[in-house]
């Protein structure tokens, strides 16, 4: 088995995430291959040395390499597993760095056996997008989990982690439809309540000018996620539905409760629920 | 009538609004007295320059106080103004940081002729409270809302405005109802739905091992105001209720249509939706 230092890695899609993960690879393989669609996009890694070679070409690209690594919008994703097979060499690893797991892991499963499948999701990220937001440094001290199926051979996952250290990240091996559950309450759920935030304030304030000089940094951290990329967050809010909407549920009845007690003024409870969050918030971020 | 520097500046309430505001005026006046609920926050005010004298009788400190600056919770504020008025010279300006304002403008419309009120609030914080977490730079290049009364005159604002100057903040003129409203949106809604957020994690993710070592930054961000003193953010709630509840009402139906889109698969209108609001928050925050 070829350690990393030996191995021709692909990353395609040279957004944010993958831009980022390619200029962190770069130097602990042989070579960073870099796919995007855009001949554009593909010049502009070369030029961040974010890749060794870029290129909009993946008949070019994905035969040479050891492990492809999957960038791109999760629904992207699970069209291209369908699509490169017949590209990629016998023993090739196929990672992908998509936020939802389950659908994915789902279509790994029908890869054909010459290729080694494993889902990835770096737990990191920004409010912007695109290659020129791209930090080799982005993944360095995060979690990134890695979800092998029954199928992937203990060498691919031991080349993921290689890939994983590399970045600087933390491997954490997790089952696909528990990290899905979580990643609805830690990430997703987040994601509607910002979005569904800036949207009220857009509905009552933004019209008194004022509004625009009082807004504080608590209204500024709090919808802070509501910049994500618009495709990136659809294809996970749409690939990870049922945990979503589940979260979703239990939130609405945890802040409905919430406004009961302000609406009753039942000052007594509406402190202990207070005094459990900031208590369970502390624990959470010491 | 006196400039700042000859005026003599009681701060009651020396947690991290007051201790910070006092710290911040200190040398900007004559003297800066500080008046704690205990000895010990009293001596540590001192201790740490934040304060010229810090004590816990206000029958000391108030009495030789050209500005008296309430700097307690919202509903302790509006006892204050009902008790401290016999210790008060002729003259006095009496201010406020309270983050709800019509309530305390109610309040400060009763008080008596030879004092003078004007309504305060400072667009800063931190989820950390206390002395301790005092900071002089604290409300520098924020916005510090004021509310005069129609009674107050002109050179009791002119004062509030030498203080907020140099605390290193700027004022803004704002009717109480008004800033009340714009508050509701822009910070009480956002710290009820980081406490629903941080107790939805709670009831479904916490028993997850796994939970603490994914969660990501979004998580954190939108739930950081969490960590808000929690007698501050109840007397907020309940002397803002209506404006709250309004705010929340909308925020509901506005959450309701994103996850029913969610529910429904609707890829356009979710698009649509997400994208006005990126746009959106992009345009608050350039």
Redesign the interface.
């Known amino acids: 088995v070829k350690p990393l230092s030996e191995c021709t890695v692909a990353v395609v899609g040279l957004g944010l995430m993958g831009g980022s993960l390619a200029g962190a690879l770069r130097g602990s393989c042989r070579a960073v291959l870099g796919v995007a669609r855009r001949p554009g996009t593909a010049a502009r890694a070369e030029r961040l040395r974010l890749v060794d070679q870029g290129t909009t070409d993946e008949t070019l690209a994905l035969p040479q390499a050891d492990a492809v690594i999957l960038a791109t919008p999760v629904r992207t994703i699970i069209r291209q597993l369908d699509r490169i097979p017949p590209l990629l060499r016998r023993g090739c690893l196929v990672m992908d760095l998509g936020s939802t797991k389950a659908q994915i892991a789902a279509a790994m499963a029908q890869l054909p056996p010459h290729v080694h499948p494993l889902g990835g999701h770096p737990?990191?990220?920004k409010e912007t997008s695109g290659i020129e937001a791209a930090d080799p440094t982005l993944y360095r001290n995060?979690?990134f989990?890695l979800t092998p199926l029954d199928r992937t051979p203990d060498e691919a996952v031991t080349l993921g982690r290689s890939i994983v250290a590399a970045a600087g990240a933390?491997p954490?091996i997790?089952d696909p439809i528990?990290?899905d559950?979580?990643?609805a309450?830690?990430?997703h759920?987040?994601?509607?309540?910002?979005?569904?935030?800036?949207?009220?304030?857009?509905?009552?304030?933004?019209k008194?000018p004022?509004?625009?000089?009082?807004?504080?940094?608590?209204?500024?951290?709090?919808?802070?996620?509501?910049?994500?990329n618009?495709?990136m967050?659809?294809d996970i809010?749409?690939t990870n539905?049922e945990a979503?909407?589940e979260?979703?549920s239990?939130?609405?009845t945890?802040?409905d409760e919430?406004?009961g007690l302000?609406?009753d003024?039942s000052?007594a409870p509406?402190?202990a629920?207070?005094?459990?969050?900031?208590k369970?918030?502390?624990r959470?971020?010491p």
């Open positions: 737990m990191c990220g995060r979690t989990i933390r954490l997790l528990r990290q559950r979580l990643a309450t830690l990430s759920l987040p994601y509607l309540l910002a979005c569904a935030l800036v949207l009220t304030a857009d509905a009552t304030t933004s008194d004022a509004a625009w000089e009082i807004v504080a940094s608590g209204f500024r951290d709090t919808t802070r996620v509501a910049g994500s618009v495709t967050m659809l809010l749409l539905r979503v909407l979260a979703a239990t939130f609405r945890v802040f919430l406004i302000t609406s003024a000052e509406l402190r629920s207070l005094k459990a969050s900031r369970e918030r502390r959470m971020f």
